[in-house]
Protein backbone atom coordinates (compact mmCIF):
# COMPACT_ATOMS: atom_id res chain seq x y z
CA UNK A 1 0.00 0.00 0.00
CA UNK A 2 1.69 3.11 -1.31
CA UNK A 3 2.29 5.86 1.58
CA UNK A 4 -0.28 8.86 1.74
CA UNK A 5 -2.69 6.81 -0.65
CA UNK A 6 -5.69 6.45 2.72
CA UNK A 7 -4.89 3.60 4.62
CA UNK A 8 -6.19 4.50 7.98
CA UNK A 9 -4.03 5.46 10.62
CA UNK A 10 -1.13 5.78 7.59
CA UNK A 11 0.54 8.78 8.79
CA UNK A 12 3.53 8.82 5.69
CA UNK A 13 3.41 10.41 2.27
CA UNK A 14 5.52 10.38 -0.72
CA UNK A 15 7.99 12.81 1.49
CA UNK A 16 8.46 10.65 4.21
CA UNK A 17 11.89 10.06 4.16
CA UNK A 18 13.12 6.60 3.51
CA UNK A 19 15.60 4.31 5.87
CA UNK A 20 17.83 1.84 2.90
CA UNK A 21 20.31 0.58 5.23
CA UNK A 22 21.12 0.59 9.22
CA UNK A 23 23.01 3.92 9.16
CA UNK A 24 19.58 5.61 7.28
CA UNK A 25 17.62 3.47 10.85
CA UNK A 26 19.42 5.09 13.24
CA UNK A 27 19.56 8.34 11.66
CA UNK A 28 16.21 8.65 10.73
CA UNK A 29 15.02 6.80 14.24
CA UNK A 30 17.39 9.20 16.23
CA UNK A 31 15.87 12.78 14.52
CA UNK A 32 12.41 12.08 14.72
CA UNK A 33 10.85 14.45 16.86
CA UNK A 34 8.12 12.36 18.25
CA UNK A 35 5.64 9.72 17.72
CA UNK A 36 4.01 10.55 15.10
CA UNK A 37 7.00 10.83 12.57
CA UNK A 38 8.76 8.06 13.94
CA UNK A 39 5.62 6.18 13.30
CA UNK A 40 5.76 7.32 9.73
CA UNK A 41 9.49 7.25 9.12
CA UNK A 42 9.08 3.41 10.57
CA UNK A 43 6.17 2.64 8.09
CA UNK A 44 7.99 2.96 4.69
CA UNK A 45 11.59 1.59 6.18
CA UNK A 46 13.20 -0.41 3.01
CA UNK A 47 16.60 -1.17 5.57
CA UNK A 48 16.07 -5.05 5.34
CA UNK A 49 16.28 -6.43 1.84
CA UNK A 50 15.41 -9.80 2.76
CA UNK A 51 12.64 -8.33 4.62
CA UNK A 52 11.03 -6.36 2.18
CA UNK A 53 10.97 -9.33 -0.36
CA UNK A 54 9.27 -11.41 1.72
CA UNK A 55 6.67 -8.95 3.47
CA UNK A 56 6.11 -7.50 -0.74
CA UNK A 57 5.86 -10.74 -1.91
CA UNK A 58 3.29 -12.23 0.31
CA UNK A 59 1.23 -9.12 -0.31
CA UNK A 60 1.22 -9.56 -3.92
CA UNK A 61 0.67 -13.75 -3.63
CA UNK A 62 -2.15 -13.26 -0.67
CA UNK A 63 -3.86 -16.11 1.49
CA UNK A 64 -7.04 -17.18 -0.66
CA UNK A 65 -9.13 -16.50 1.97
CA UNK A 66 -7.60 -13.02 2.07
CA UNK A 67 -7.32 -12.58 -2.18
CA UNK A 68 -9.65 -9.81 -2.49
CA UNK A 69 -8.33 -7.86 0.32
CA UNK A 70 -5.39 -4.98 -0.23
CA UNK A 71 -2.58 -5.97 1.85
CA UNK A 72 -0.66 -3.32 3.79
CA UNK A 73 2.88 -5.07 2.85
CA UNK A 74 4.83 -2.46 4.76
CA UNK A 75 6.53 -2.19 8.53
CA UNK A 76 4.28 -2.10 11.27
CA UNK A 77 4.91 0.96 13.54
CA UNK A 78 3.41 0.95 17.07
CA UNK A 79 0.25 1.77 17.96
CA UNK A 80 -2.23 2.55 20.62
CA UNK A 81 -2.01 5.61 23.51
CA UNK A 82 1.01 7.59 23.15
CA UNK A 83 0.74 8.57 27.17
CA UNK A 84 0.18 4.56 27.87
CA UNK A 85 1.04 2.74 31.31
CA UNK A 86 1.46 0.06 29.66
CA UNK A 87 4.27 -1.12 27.01
CA UNK A 88 2.99 -4.44 25.01
CA UNK A 89 6.38 -5.76 23.04
CA UNK A 90 5.91 -8.74 21.10
CA UNK A 91 8.34 -10.38 18.19
CA UNK A 92 7.20 -9.07 14.62
CA UNK A 93 4.11 -8.47 12.55
CA UNK A 94 2.28 -11.69 10.88
CA UNK A 95 2.57 -12.43 7.54
CA UNK A 96 -0.86 -12.45 6.88
CA UNK A 97 -1.99 -10.58 10.45
CA UNK A 98 0.05 -7.61 10.81
CA UNK A 99 1.58 -7.32 7.47
CA UNK A 100 -2.52 -7.79 5.87
CA UNK A 101 -3.95 -5.28 7.89
CA UNK A 102 -1.17 -2.33 9.11
CA UNK A 103 -1.82 -3.03 12.77
CA UNK A 104 -0.08 -5.18 14.92
CA UNK A 105 -1.47 -8.34 16.22
CA UNK A 106 -4.91 -7.61 14.26
CA UNK A 107 -6.32 -10.10 11.37
CA UNK A 108 -4.93 -13.30 12.89
CA UNK A 109 -5.80 -16.13 15.74
CA UNK A 110 -2.67 -14.47 18.16
CA UNK A 111 -4.43 -11.07 17.97
CA UNK A 112 -7.97 -12.80 18.53
CA UNK A 113 -6.36 -14.58 22.06
CA UNK A 114 -4.30 -11.29 23.17
CA UNK A 115 -7.32 -8.58 22.49
CA UNK A 116 -9.95 -10.68 24.22
CA UNK A 117 -7.69 -10.89 26.61
CA UNK A 118 -6.95 -6.97 26.40
CA UNK A 119 -10.50 -6.36 26.84
CA UNK A 120 -11.03 -8.44 29.96
CA UNK A 121 -8.49 -5.98 31.91
CA UNK A 122 -9.67 -2.83 30.73
CA UNK A 123 -6.69 -1.96 28.02
CA UNK A 124 -8.88 -2.44 24.75
CA UNK A 125 -12.49 -0.77 23.97
CA UNK A 126 -13.16 -3.83 22.05
CA UNK A 127 -12.80 -7.89 22.12
CA UNK A 128 -11.34 -8.34 18.81
CA UNK A 129 -8.99 -6.39 16.81
CA UNK A 130 -9.83 -7.61 12.84
CA UNK A 131 -8.56 -4.43 10.64
CA UNK A 132 -7.44 -1.09 10.53
CA UNK A 133 -10.99 0.22 9.57
CA UNK A 134 -12.74 -1.54 12.81
CA UNK A 135 -12.58 0.98 15.50
CA UNK A 136 -10.53 -0.50 17.90
CA UNK A 137 -8.77 1.78 20.45
CA UNK A 138 -6.02 0.46 23.40
CA UNK A 139 -6.64 2.22 26.71
CA UNK A 140 -3.61 3.23 28.59
CA UNK A 141 -1.48 0.34 26.53
CA UNK A 142 0.51 0.35 23.53
CA UNK A 143 1.99 -2.12 21.12
CA UNK A 144 5.62 -2.08 20.16
CA UNK A 145 6.96 -5.03 17.59
CA UNK A 146 10.73 -5.32 18.03
CA UNK A 147 11.25 -6.05 14.66
CA UNK A 148 8.73 -4.28 12.20
CA UNK A 149 8.14 -6.37 9.01
CA UNK A 150 7.18 -10.03 8.87
CA UNK A 151 9.85 -11.96 8.88
CA UNK A 152 9.90 -15.49 6.81
CA UNK A 153 8.84 -18.03 9.29
CA UNK A 154 8.37 -15.63 11.81
CA UNK A 155 12.31 -15.34 12.28
CA UNK A 156 13.93 -12.64 11.50
CA UNK A 157 18.12 -12.90 11.80
CA UNK A 158 20.27 -11.28 14.39
CA UNK A 159 21.55 -8.81 11.84
CA UNK A 160 17.76 -7.61 10.86
CA UNK A 161 17.33 -7.68 14.52
CA UNK A 162 19.77 -5.10 15.20
CA UNK A 163 19.15 -3.04 11.98
CA UNK A 164 15.43 -2.28 13.23
CA UNK A 165 16.74 -2.15 17.04
CA UNK A 166 17.16 1.94 16.81
CA UNK A 167 13.00 2.13 15.89
CA UNK A 168 12.35 -0.08 19.19
CA UNK A 169 14.98 2.45 21.11
CA UNK A 170 13.50 5.92 19.86
CA UNK A 171 10.05 4.74 20.45
CA UNK A 172 11.10 3.25 24.37
CA UNK A 173 12.59 7.17 24.75
CA UNK A 174 9.43 8.89 23.74
CA UNK A 175 7.34 6.53 25.65
CA UNK A 176 9.03 5.65 28.87
CA UNK A 177 8.14 9.02 30.59
CA UNK A 178 4.49 7.43 30.66
CA UNK A 179 4.88 3.98 31.11
CA UNK A 180 5.27 2.02 34.20
CA UNK A 181 4.85 -1.33 32.93
CA UNK A 182 6.65 -3.71 30.22
CA UNK A 183 5.26 -6.65 28.80
CA UNK A 184 7.26 -9.06 26.57
CA UNK A 185 5.48 -11.56 24.54
CA UNK A 186 7.77 -14.36 24.14
CA UNK A 187 11.89 -14.88 24.77
CA UNK A 188 12.59 -12.69 21.82
CA UNK A 189 10.45 -9.91 22.58
CA UNK A 190 12.07 -10.23 26.46
CA UNK A 191 15.68 -10.13 25.27
CA UNK A 192 14.65 -7.26 23.09
CA UNK A 193 13.30 -5.08 25.45
CA UNK A 194 15.47 -5.63 28.43
CA UNK A 195 18.80 -5.20 25.45
CA UNK A 196 16.75 -1.85 24.80
CA UNK A 197 15.89 -0.65 28.30
CA UNK A 198 19.70 -0.81 29.08
CA UNK A 199 20.79 1.08 26.21
CA UNK A 200 18.00 3.56 26.97
CA UNK A 201 20.68 3.74 30.66
CA UNK A 202 18.32 1.45 32.75
CA UNK A 203 19.93 -0.69 35.15
CA UNK A 204 19.32 -4.00 33.99
CA UNK A 205 20.62 -7.04 35.97
CA UNK A 206 23.61 -9.46 35.04
CA UNK A 207 23.40 -12.14 34.18
CA UNK A 208 19.88 -11.09 32.56
CA UNK A 209 16.98 -11.98 34.50
CA UNK A 210 15.93 -14.84 32.55
CA UNK A 211 12.07 -15.10 30.56
CA UNK A 212 9.06 -16.97 31.78
CA UNK A 213 5.69 -16.52 32.15
CA UNK A 214 5.03 -14.35 34.96
CA UNK A 215 8.39 -13.45 35.52
CA UNK A 216 9.01 -10.05 36.51
CA UNK A 217 12.13 -7.64 36.55
CA UNK A 218 11.97 -4.21 38.05
CA UNK A 219 13.82 -1.53 36.73
CA UNK A 220 13.48 1.65 38.67
CA UNK A 221 9.75 2.82 38.06
CA UNK A 222 9.37 0.56 35.35
CA UNK A 223 8.57 -3.07 35.55
CA UNK A 224 9.21 -5.77 33.07
CA UNK A 225 6.94 -9.02 32.80
CA UNK A 226 6.97 -11.94 30.85
CA UNK A 227 3.80 -13.56 29.29
CA UNK A 228 3.93 -16.46 26.99
CA UNK A 229 3.56 -15.70 23.21
CA UNK A 230 -0.20 -16.09 22.04
CA UNK A 231 1.15 -17.91 19.17
CA UNK A 232 -1.42 -21.02 17.88
CA UNK A 233 1.22 -23.43 18.84
CA UNK A 234 0.87 -21.77 22.60
CA UNK A 235 -2.72 -21.21 22.81
CA UNK A 236 -4.01 -24.22 20.86
CA UNK A 237 -1.45 -26.68 23.43
CA UNK A 238 -2.75 -24.90 26.25
CA UNK A 239 0.97 -23.45 27.25
CA UNK A 240 -0.61 -20.13 27.51
CA UNK A 241 -4.69 -20.29 28.58
CA UNK A 242 -6.74 -17.25 28.86
CA UNK A 243 -6.55 -17.61 32.83
CA UNK A 244 -2.92 -17.20 32.57
CA UNK A 245 -3.37 -14.13 30.40
CA UNK A 246 -5.46 -12.81 32.93
CA UNK A 247 -3.81 -13.19 35.61
CA UNK A 248 -0.29 -11.48 33.96
CA UNK A 249 -2.46 -8.47 32.82
CA UNK A 250 -4.17 -8.16 36.01
CA UNK A 251 -0.67 -7.76 37.49
CA UNK A 252 -0.08 -5.46 34.94
CA UNK A 253 -2.85 -3.65 35.70
CA UNK A 254 -1.88 -3.60 39.27
CA UNK A 255 1.64 -2.26 38.80
CA UNK A 256 0.55 0.33 36.46
CA UNK A 257 -2.09 2.00 39.15
CA UNK A 258 -5.30 1.68 37.52
CA UNK A 259 -7.98 1.00 39.50
CA UNK A 260 -11.38 -0.15 38.09
CA UNK A 261 -12.42 0.23 34.30
CA UNK A 262 -10.78 2.47 32.56
Not at 25 to 35: D, Q
Request: charge should be positive.
Amino acid sequence: MPPGSGWPGDLADAATPVAQGAAGVRALAGSAGGLAELDARVSVCRACPRLVEWREDVARAKRRMFATEAYWGRPIAGWGDPEARLLIVGLAPAAHGGNRTGRIFTGDASGDFLFAALHRAGFAAQPTSTSAYDGQRLLQARMLPAVRCAPPANKPTPGERDTCAPWLDRELELLLPHARVALALGGFAWQALLTALSRRGLDVPSPRPAFGHGAEVGLGPLTVLGCYHPSQQNTFTGRLTPAMADDVLARARELSGLQGPL
